[in-house]
Structure formats: structure tokens, C-alpha cells
């Protein structure tokens, strides 16, 4: 976010807070000192992922890319059966026109395509994903395979 006034890229945020049209964000200069107000608009179809400590952030399609080709990480896997498993996952959450979706009912949704498509990589999802409560948690887990 670069400052109005100097164009200097470089600002921190001094206060943030929700309001009915999106986030608002109160910034400042690091370069000048001046200070203005950012407003963070929600665009049709987009929507925030509230995470497990409540803090929330604009869905990502590149963070949810990342995390399932890491689980697919040289698993005998068309390319192309994981990019539409990815777009379908997209698809439903969007169709869904929520503004707010926590991230463990991703989680879940991305479990369960995994699911159909590979045992390993969904080991792999779940465990990074899902926090094993402990051992039992995972071998239940995969006795259910
Ligand atoms: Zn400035």
C-alpha cells in the first residue's frame, strides 16, 4: 500500500478495525508520518477464512494450491486431476455466498476430495490440516482408509 502523499511503499497499520462495507485500516507513513484510512472491499464470490485463533484473512486460492500440492508432492497424480479437484473446491466455497468461512470447514471439504483421489496425500493433508489430537486420533484415522 504505497502513501498517498509521498508514494513511499513502505506504511504500518495503526488501527484496524471491521465496518459494514469491508475492513478498515488506519495507516501510517513510514516515510512522511502522514496518516490515511484504507478500506478492504469485499469483491462478489470472495469471502474470509476465520481461522482457528478467530483471526480471519481474505481467502487465497494460491495458499489452498500450496498446501494441496505439497500433499500430492510426488504422488503418482495427473496434474490435471489435481487442478480440477482445486477448482471444484473453489467453486463450491464461492457458491456457497458466504462472507466468512472457517477454515476447518475447508479443511474438511479439501479432505474429502483428497479422499477420492489419494490415500497418501490425504494422510499428508490431514495431518498438517487437522491437528491430531494425538497418536490414537491418527491411527483411527487410518484404520478408517
Ligand atoms: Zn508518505
Do not use: H, W
Not at 29 to 55: N, P, W
Not at 114 to 142: C, G, M, P, T
Amino acid at each position: 500500500m504505497d502513501c498517498p502523499y509521498c508514494l513511499n511503499p513502505k506504511t504500518k497499520v495503526t488501527d484496524k478495525r471491521k465496518s459494514p462495507g469491508g475492513i478498515r485500516r488506519r495507516r501510517e507513513c513510514l516515510k512522511c508520518k502522514k496518516r490515511f484510512t484504507t478500506y478492504e472491499k469485499i469483491a462478489k464470490g470472495d469471502f474470509y477464512v476465520i481461522k482457528k485463533d478467530e483471526s480471519r484473512e481474505l481467502f487465497d486460492t494460491r495458499k489452498l494450491e500450496s498446501g494441496i500440492e505439497k500433499a500430492f508432492e510426488k504422488r503418482p497424480v495427473a496434474q490435471e486431476k489435481i487442478e480440477k479437484m482445486i477448482n471444484e473446491i473453489e467453486d463450491l466455497l464461492r457458491k456457497k455466498g458466504k462472507k466468512e468461512i472457517k477454515s476447518s470447514t475447508i479443511g474438511e471439504l479439501v479432505m474429502k476430495k483428497i479422499k477420492k483421489l489419494d490415500n497418501i496425500a490425504y494422510i499428508r493433508f490431514a495431518s498438517v490440516y487437522r491437528d491430531f489430537q494425538d497418536v490414537q486420533d491418527f491411527k483411527k484415522e487410518l484404520k478408517g482408509l
